[in-house]
């Protein structure tokens, strides 16, 4: 799908980890890239109010993981995860995803690469209220170049006898499972997911974690996911902690938790 940045030169790697782009090691197989960042800083404002969102972040995300974003309010995931998506532009730094960079497009270009690669999901559902289900779902699949049809995207999100209801008609966890529909539907190379669970109880969030382990599982989906709840970190391939808008360690899970045994 990497499309987006055809008219533009594609940026290259200073220091690839073995063939086309892969990471490997001696006790894992090699893994294909999906983004490499390097250097990132984000400052907002200037002088004595300037915020330091991000300070000089090298980052891997790897094709069909599930990585799990952790840390505090404040401590740079949404700034990170927006760069990742197109969303925002780093003050300093390269983003790559795959052989393109990302932090070379103009708007037109990173919009391209929005539209054609990446699917989000936010805290908010953002559903559009005098929609159905499956009708909000059907904004995305009808402009998408290969979408999932609605009806199989909600299936896979454990929605199909909910179809025909309204926002008002669903619950919380429900409305949020169609975001994640609808996020979907249009067979995203990436799903950026920026606290999913956070509006939502253990019970009804462990159900939208549910969905979103399913999509990652059964289409490959490379998947970021932004939190400040430690138990969440246990269903990840890997798990990135972030303080003061740094790496603050990275950890692979031996052992991943299904959804449904988390609580907190």
């Known amino acids: 799908m990497a499309s987006a940045g055809s008219s533009h030169d594609r940026g290259s790697l200073e220091e690839p980890r073995g063939p086309q782009g892969t990471a490997s090691g001696p006790d894992r ?24 969102a991000l300070r000089g972040v090298d980052l891997e995300l790897f094709e069909g ?6 840390g505090p309010s404040g401590s740079g995931k949404s700034t990170l995860v927006n760069i990742m998506g197109g969303l925002d532009l780093p003050t300093a730094g390269q983003v790559f995803f795959h052989d393109l960079e990302l932090t070379a497009f103009d708007e037109r270009a990173l919009t391209a690469y929005r539209r054609e690669n990446v699917g989000f999901v936010f805290q908010f559902y953002n559903l559009v209220p005098s929609l159905t289900a499956r009708e909000n779902v059907a904004l995305i699949t009808d402009i998408a ?15 199909a006898e909910r179809l025909d209801h309204f926002p008002a008609e669903l619950s919380g966890g429900e409305q949020q499972r169609v975001a994640v529909a609808r996020a979907i539907a249009k067979r995203p190379e990436v799903l950026l997911c920026d606290e999913p669970t956070g509006a939502l109880d253990s019970k009804t969030g462990v159900l939208v974690l549910e969905a979103i382990e399913r999509v990652n599982r059964e289409l490959g989906t490379t998947t970021a996911m932004i939190t400040h709840n430690a138990a969440i970190a246990d269903m990840a391939d890997r798990v990135i902690s972030l303080a003061d808008g740094r790496i603050a360690g990275v950890r692979e899970n031996a052992t991943k938790s299904p959804a449904r045994a988390l609580a907190w």
């Open 29 to 52: 197989p090699e893994r294909r890239r999906a983004f490499v960042a390097r250097g990132l800083t984000k400052v907002y404002g200037k002088g004595e109010v300037a915020v330091h």
């Open 65 to 70: 993981e599930l990585a799990v974003l952790l």
């Open 145 to 159: 170049r290969d979408p999932l049809p609605a009806e199989e995207a909600l299936a896979l999100v454990g929605l």
